[in-house]
């Protein structure tokens, strides 16, 4: 599975952006489609999740900015990102757990990432 992210940029503090998604086709089941981010010098952290149920999960530190929501049936989701702050920039790369229903196992997969500063 191939995941493509869209979206980044620079903006304000204050400011918004909204990041996508697209996972390629695949015979098997995307269980669980995410947001992860990797500022410069520290680990990658998640961001939020999304199953395909509709459950989301946050960062305490973006819950109340940001929202992620998504259409599994056509293997996108999005991040819309609000008052952005300058600690808000990284790289922001999109995840994806897909059930092989011929191996009965999780495989995870990453994007190759999209760079969000927020500075003024």
């Known amino acids: 599975v191939q995941l493509v992210e869209a979206g980044g940029g620079l903006v304000q503090p204050g400011g918004s952006l909204r990041l996508s998604c697209t996972a390629s086709e695949t015979r098997n089941s995307i269980n669980t489609m995410g947001w992860y981010r990797q500022a410069p010098g520290k680990r990658r952290e998640l961001v939020a999740t999304?199953?395909?149920?509709?459950?989301?999960n946050y960062a305490d530190s973006v819950k109340g900015r940001f929202t992620a929501f998504g259409d599994f049936a056509k293997r996108v989701v999005w991040l819309q990102m609000n008052s952005l702050k300058p600690e808000d920039t990284a790289v922001y790369y999109c995840?994806?757990?897909?059930?092989?229903?011929?191996?009965?196992?999780?495989?995870?997969?990453w994007g190759r990432g999209t760079q969000v500063t927020v500075s003024s």
């Open positions: 995840n994806a757990v897909v059930y092989s229903l011929a191996f009965g196992v999780d495989y995870e997969y």
């Open positions: 999304l199953t395909a149920q509709g459950t989301t």
